[in-house]
């Protein structure tokens, strides 16, 4: 069990509450205590939701999706699911403050990886040391997905990179944006499987 101060106390008690919302979803109420656990000794969850605004609701949100996508978090066990732009852990602060933040590590691909799942997580960022498949890219640049096979994911997922401070910093015209957008979407279709799930897709949401 990983040693808490008292705002990480506080932050894991809270968490482990408002996990028992997903747990009338297929077997989660067996599943999230020890995927909760596993998360805070594997990633200091606890520490960093008391030290990060915001990282809280974030972690709750992906569940979310999940269970959108498959009816329980521990439903994604077994499928390969792709996060593009998934984090890191050199990933910039938000607001154009110094150092990196935790909002913006690789969370899916940890929990889809706590969950069972074979996460691919791809990012600009430093993803080594990571447990899950995961490859260094720029998802500005066309083709950069080409090297991954056709229909070779069950679920894809994109929610963090036109909002992430590396891309704004980099792309202010809405030309470039829709440029990225319409060419992440095209792999992102090219990529799914017959019958796959996109548990959500930013770049969608932009080209309509």
Do not use: N
């Not at 008690?13 to 997903?22: C, E, I, M, V, Y």
């Not at 030290?51 to 979310?64: P, Q, S, V």
């Not at 706590?114 to 899950?132: M, N, P, R, T, Y």
């Amino acid at each position: 069990m990983p040693r808490h101060g008292e705002p990480a106390i506080e932050a894991r008690k809270r968490l482990a509450s408002r996990l028992r919302g997903f747990a009338r979803y297929g077997q989660d109420a067996a599943f999230l205590p020890r995927f909760l656990e596993a998360l805070d000794a594997d990633y200091s969850l606890a520490s960093k939701a008391a030290a990060t605004d915001g990282l809280e609701e974030l972690f709750l949100e992906m569940l979310a999706r999940l269970v959108s996508a498959f009816g329980s978090v521990s439903g994604s066990r077994g499928k390969r699911i792709l996060d593009l732009a998934c984090g890191s852990s050199t990933s910039r602060a938000p607001g154009g403050r110094e150092g990196y933040s935790a909002l913006f590590e690789p969370w899916l691909c940890r929990i889809l990886h706590a969950s069972g799942a074979s996460a691919v997580g791809v990012d600009i960022g430093d993803l080594s040391g990571e447990a899950f498949e995961s490859y260094r890219l720029d998802l500005s640049q066309a083709g950069a997905l080409d090297f991954l096979p056709g229909a070779s994911f069950d679920a894809v997922h994109d929610g963090r990179l036109f909002g992430s401070p590396e891309f704004t910093a980099r792309f202010a015209d809405r030309g470039s944006v829709y440029r990225i957008a319409t060419e992440i979407r095209r792999q992102e279709l090219r990529l799914l499987k017959p019958g796959g799930e996109i548990i959500h897709s930013d770049a969608g949401e932009l080209v309509g």
